[in-house]
């Protein structure tokens, strides 16, 4: 048995346990299933008692403490965009995540003697990381903005069907996405076999059109991360044809008149990019909403990730005019603390208009794709 086929037979073995004690729940036999975060169905049982029996209430908790944030062919998925609302659910995540602090802290300290050698204080040094922290952070907001809005947005919902429908049988012999190439240091050095190439040419041209690192799930586009003040992790060709890459020598700095951008819209000049215009221009704030920024989008991502493909998937029958109570469990959720009624109140008006800006953009979709 090769490791590849050992890590999914453990892996496996979430789901087996998931349908043994509910051999008659039919989501489990479906491509995916999406768990709901604890706090939220502690919300959702608060303001919506008698939403579930107690079996169901199990279910929704064994699903989380199992499978984490879900199944896909069986198997556990990790997306990194809503990390904060699950622990790592096997072992094979939890070590990645170990990997990736052992080389961010290694990194770091080859960073400090760096400085210290070229005659950087403690203070100065401190200084460095706590605005290379401010920088990735202002990255990664931006960053789960705009997976909000890739899926919520016709034009890539309608790219993602027809990259499905062309290559989901090799998806599913895979038994997971690929993702774009890594540097060459990272890389495995055998060569891509003849028969895998069109595969390989099909999902890095799908990547590289939305700026993607891979996707988690059919659902879940995860948009590659940016270094605004590290190195790329992603191969020479991945920055080509995915972003903009900028050399930029030092004696440039000496003003302030070049903008980055306007460097940036020079190059979008080329109209190779006109499928990114709604997120670029004013509709990413919305129509006619001011201020609908990355900030909503975010909203809008855990709203269709947590409402659309996990509570309506398994309930949406039994939850027709019970939208308030909805949007009041969802306000609790994401404030992280029960609120009083006043409070609530106040903070719930937010949480419905994003909500119906949310069905408003997914009824685009429907229409877009003829359903």
């Not at 990790?78 to 290694?106: M, V």
């Not at 940016?226 to 700095?253: H, K, M, R």
Request: some cysteine; aromatic content about 14%; proline content about 6%.
């Amino acid at each position: 048995m090769s490791q590849d086929s050992k890590i999914q037979e453990k892996y496996h073995t979430a789901w087996d346990e998931l349908k043994r004690r509910y051999p008659d729940r039919l989501c489990l036999d479906k491509d995916v299933i999406y768990a709901l975060p604890v706090d939220f169905i502690h919300a959702l049982n608060k303001h919506l008692p008698g939403l579930w029996s107690k079996q169901e209430l199990q279910f929704e908790y064994d699903l989380n403490e199992i499978a984490g944030m879900g199944l896909f062919l069986k198997q556990p998925f990790w997306y990194p965009l809503l990390k904060e609302y699950f622990p790592p659910s096997n072992d094979g995540t939890r070590h990645f995540q170990a990997e990736h602090t052992r080389i961010s802290h290694d990194l770091r300290l080859t960073i400090e003697d760096c400085m210290r050698s070229n005659g950087s204080s403690e203070l100065m040094i401190k200084n460095y990381f706590k605005e290379e922290e401010k920088y990735k952070l202002q990255a990664q907001e931006r960053q789960i903005g705009y997976a909000g809005w890739l899926v919520t947005d016709p034009g890539f919902q309608l790219s993602n069907t027809v990259f499905l429908g062309e290559w989901w049988g090799m998806i599913q012999q895979r038994g997971e996405f690929p993702s774009v190439p890594p540097m060459k240091m990272l890389r495995d050095a055998t060569p891509l076999p003849k028969s895998q190439r069109p595969f390989y040419a099909g999902y890095t041209q799908f990547y590289y059109d939305w700026s993607l690192e891979r996707l988690a799930t059919p659902h879940l586009p995860v948009p590659m991360h940016s270094n605004p003040v590290g190195v790329s992790q992603y191969s020479e060709e991945v920055d080509g044809a995915a972003g903009l890459t900028l050399f930029i020598p030092w004696y440039l700095l000496a003003d302030q008149d070049l903008k980055l951008h306007d460097i940036a819209n020079h190059h979008l000049m080329y109209g190779h990019k006109k499928h990114l215009q709604g997120w670029f221009g004013n509709d990413n704030r919305g129509e006619d909403k001011p201020g609908w920024g990355y900030n909503r989008f975010s909203t809008m991502l855990k709203m269709f990730v947590f409402l659309e493909c996990g509570l309506f998937a398994r309930y949406r029958e039994r939850l027709n005019r019970k939208v308030r109570n909805i949007d009041e469990a969802f306000t609790e959720f994401l404030e992280g603390t029960e609120l009083d009624p006043l409070e609530l109140d106040k903070k719930f008006q937010s949480t419905r208009k994003t909500r119906q800006e949310l069905q408003r953009r997914l009824k685009k979709c429907r229409e877009a794709g003829g359903t």
